[in-house]
T-cell receptor, first 112, second 111 residues
Framework: SQQGEEDPQALSIQEGENATMNCSYK?????LQWYRQNSGRGLVHLIL?????REKHSGRLRVTLDTSKKSSSLLITASRAADTASYFC????????????FGKGTHLIIQP | NAGVTQTPKFQVLKTGQSMTLQCAQD?????MSWYRQDPGMGLRLIHY???????DQGEVPNGYNVSRSTTEDFPLRLLSAAPSQTSVYFC??????????FGDGTRLSIL
């Protein structure tokens, strides 16, 4: 079964606005990762946040983690057309060494 | 540096046919894995390998076989394709304390 669930499933905003995506998960974690998938391509790693961290930044990305609520959020500031993609949260699959379990993703569309 | 290379990019099979999806990485990563992505679903782990000669099952292994004879290659075999195996397949590799690197996928249709 899938560990993470992203919300919303789809999000359409104007270029320049901020985009926020949320992820909820079920079991305890060591870390949570966010990936981006452009149409027809593989997933690209964006950022990893460890269970003892509450917030992490990377360029225009800000990730928060609330382990008490088993939730994380990804904020993309000053969105660009190139940010149009699907975004997935992932946690380590318990029975698969470094294998990951993914949510269903948020499809983000940036309107020019 | 090519990263993770998957071949073929597209394939159509008939039910019952067999096929091997190829995956190669040039980053000397010990860990490699296969996922499938179905519409409206996240990626699900099929099989993984922590090094040459070592493989193990993931979340959805039924109908698939793998082997790992070299560090670079991790092929995925469908012995008797079924329509339920229509999906996009992704191979990934990672090094210690690194994120996963994904290939661009193989789009497989089973008629």
């Amino acid at each position: 079964s899938q560990q993470g669930e992203e919300d919303p499933q789809a999000l359409s905003i104007q270029e320049g606005e901020n985009a926020t995506m949320n992820c909820s998960y079920k079991t305890s974690i060591n870390n949570l990762q966010w990936y981006r998938q452009n149409s027809g391509r593989g997933l690209v790693h964006l950022i990893l946040i460890r269970s003892n961290e509450r917030e992490k930044h990377s360029g225009r990305l800000r990730v928060t983690l609330d382990t008490s609520k088993k939730s994380s959020s990804l904020l993309i500031t000053a969105s660009r057309a190139a940010d149009t993609a699907s975004y997935f949260c992932a946690t380590v699959y318990g029975g698969g060494a470094d294998g990951l379990t993914f949510g269903k993703g948020t499809h983000l569309i940036i309107q020019p | 540096n090519a990263g993770v290379t998957q071949t073929p990019k597209f394939q159509v099979l008939k039910t019952g046919q067999s096929m091997t999806l190829q995956c190669a990485q040039d980053m000397n990563h010990e860990y490699m894995s296969w996922y499938r992505q179905d519409p409206g679903m996240g990626l699900r782990l099929i099989h993984y390998s922590v090094g040459a000669g070592i493989t193990d099952q993931g979340e959805v292994p039924n109908g698939y076989n793998v082997s790992r004879s070299t560090t670079e290659d991790f092929p995925l075999r469908l012995l008797s394709a079924a329509p339920s195996q229509t999906s996009v397949y992704f191979c990934a590799s990672k090094g210690p304390n690194q994120p996963q690197h994904f290939g661009d996928g193989t789009r497989l249709s089973i008629l």
